[in-house]
């Protein structure tokens, strides 16, 4: 791509207000993505596997986006709606990377969970925001600055305190070369759906964005429920009437709305700084699995949280300045 090209799609946020209101989005999106875990342990005791629980999230939030479509919520303004027809092939083909970008990570972090201690899969899945910051200044597609690679340094050492912390209480670690392999994948995953997601698909807004990937997504796990032979796992649900509610937040609280806010917040801040703050995630779990299943919340992932915090506040107070994306048809870039 020339360096006009690269002007041309140049990817920013809006310093003051905009950048702080982004920050909060990520860091809200993460809260609420770190219930999934959780929300899975219980699923798993009233007797749903993994698989049937996340087919069952996915299909509920893509169901939760096109009611919240129906009624307006996340759908741009008549003024600002452009035909499907008119959006650049090349914007479809970017939407179709993140949404596979995002059903391998699944696929992979799912299986890793398998072969690893999750401690162990998760301290290897939270490089990603390494890979995101390295790959958007080796790119030169977002600035490399000293307050970024202090918030990512503070970021990455309170992740791996929060689940250093967790590990000890796991007892023996387990792991295997196809478990290492499978959450370093999910973390390439998640880098590619990040990076491609700030201005690989600009002309498609968050709301419709995250239908489709839910909706892929739940294809997805279906069919890999089916394959490995657990159909009547996938129809729990309409045999105990009480897991309804559970898996009813999973896919509007868990799924949906996260996805979506997620997405909104990569565009407003970028890539490397939202990827960043996603690392909030492991402790809001912490703190909710310290709520819900009465785990003991230790000292050392209190202080893993006050450095994410931390992190998050240097962010606020070094905004970045970009022009915002300007979408071509005539590009023919991958990752704007």
Known sequence: ????????????????????????????????????????????????????????????????????????????????????SQIPGWQWRNLTIAAVAFMSYSLAIFYAFVHLTVSLALLLFYIYPALVTLISIAT?????????????????????????GQMSQEGAVRFDTIGILLALGAAIGMSIYFLVGRGGYPSIPSSYATTIFLTAGAVAFALIGIAMGESASLLQPFQAASIWPMLLFAGIGGAAIPTMMLLTG?????????????????????????????QMLSLIQIV?????????????????????????????????
């Open 140 to 164: 030169r597609r977002e600035p490399f600055t000293m307050p970024k690679l202090i918030a990512l340094l503070l970021a990455l050492g309170g992740s791996t305190m929060a689940i250093s």
């Open 1 to 84: 791509m020339g360096n006009d090209q690269r002007k041309e799609y140049q990817i920013a946020s809006n310093p003051g207000k905009s950048q702080l209101m982004g920050i909060g989005i990520v860091l809200f999106a993460s809260a609420l993505f770190s219930s999934l875990g959780v929300l899975t342990n219980l699923a798993y005791e009233a007797g749903m596997s993994p698989v049937a629980f996340a087919t069952w999230r996915e299909t509920i939030g893509a169901l939760a986006m096109v009611v919240l479509l129906l009624f307006g919520v996340g759908r741009p303004s008549r003024a600002q709606r452009i035909s499907l």
């Open 304 to 336: 893993a949280g006050a450095l994410i915090l931390g992190a998050a506040v240097i962010l606020q107070r070094s905004p970045e300045t970009i022009e915002p994306v300007t979408p071509s048809p005539r590009s023919n870039i991958d990752i704007a």
């Open 266 to 294: 990569i565009r407003m801040i970028g890539a490397s700084r939202a990827s960043i703050l996603a690392i909030f995630e492991p402790i809001s779990g912490s703190v909710l699995a310290a709520v819900i299943l009465g």
